[in-house]
């Protein structure tokens, strides 16, 4: 079966900007989480949804925000960008939480 | 605070020889996953451990677990130039989220 999928692959802002990232989970999976990684601060949570609520959110400034559609598909948004929020943003699918997730291939975002 | 941490963060080794990369978490969980990361990958999934005791194997890799001491081994066997990766261990404490830790760069010399 198709795994998760993430778009786009990359992407190039500027500062000040905003950005959604969208991420489709394995078929069947409710539960989606981000995360991102950096090299100083490494792999960090961000939010999870299951069923299209917000169960859970990690320590990021109000900026970062997520949502969930009723085909389990997800969005995460972040607005005004600052050049700490490049990254590798990942997002994985499971059936429930953080049990057995599985990940996208990322979405490497570059503020300038 | 639930914390995970690995070591080593960096380690090069011959080809042919075996080492461990240890992973100490900091407060109760039987459920530990081992990731491996390519450069500007995603992560992939290698194990998933969800008892104490628990040990899986692939290939040359061996994880294990020990709940009681909080515990986690990965341990590489006859190393090989294709096992050069990043390799992560993750700890769900039951909060629907993974606690990564830091990352183990492994690079394999032939």
């Known amino acids: 079966k198709a795994g998760v999928t993430q778009t786009p692959r990359y992407l190039i802002k500027t500062r000040g900007q905003q950005v959604t990232l969208s991420c489709s989970p394995i078929s069947g999976h409710r539960s989606v989480s981000w995360y991102q990684q950096t090299p100083g601060q490494g792999l960090q949570f961000l939010f999870e949804y299951f069923s299209e609520t917000q169960r859970n959110k990690g320590n990021f400034p109000g900026r970062f925000s997520g949502r969930q559609f009723s085909n389990s598909r997800s969005e995460m948004n972040v607005s005004t960008l600052e050049l700490g929020d490049s990254a590798l943003y990942l997002c994985?699918?499971?059936?429930?939480?953080?049990?057995?997730?599985?990940f996208g291939p990322g979405t490497r975002l570059t503020v300038t | 605070e639930l914390k995970v941490e690995q070591n080593p963060l960096f380690l090069s080794m011959q080809e042919g020889k075996n080492y461990t990369i240890y992973c100490n978490y900091s407060?109760?969980?039987?459920?530990l996953y081992w990731y491996r990361q390519d450069p500007g990958k995603s992560l992939e999934s290698l194990f998933v451990l969800l008892s104490n005791g628990a040990v899986k194997q692939e290939g040359r890799l061996m994880a294990s677990l020990d709940t009681k001491a909080r515990l986690s081994t990965l341990h590489i066997t006859a190393a090989v130039h294709d096992l050069s990766a990043t390799y992560f261990c993750a700890v769900d404490f039951g909060n629907e989220k993974l606690t990564f830790g830091t990352g183990t760069r492994l690079t394999i010399i032939p």
């Open positions: 407060t109760t969980s039987d459920r």
């Open positions: 994985a699918s499971s059936f429930q939480g953080a049990y057995e997730q599985y």
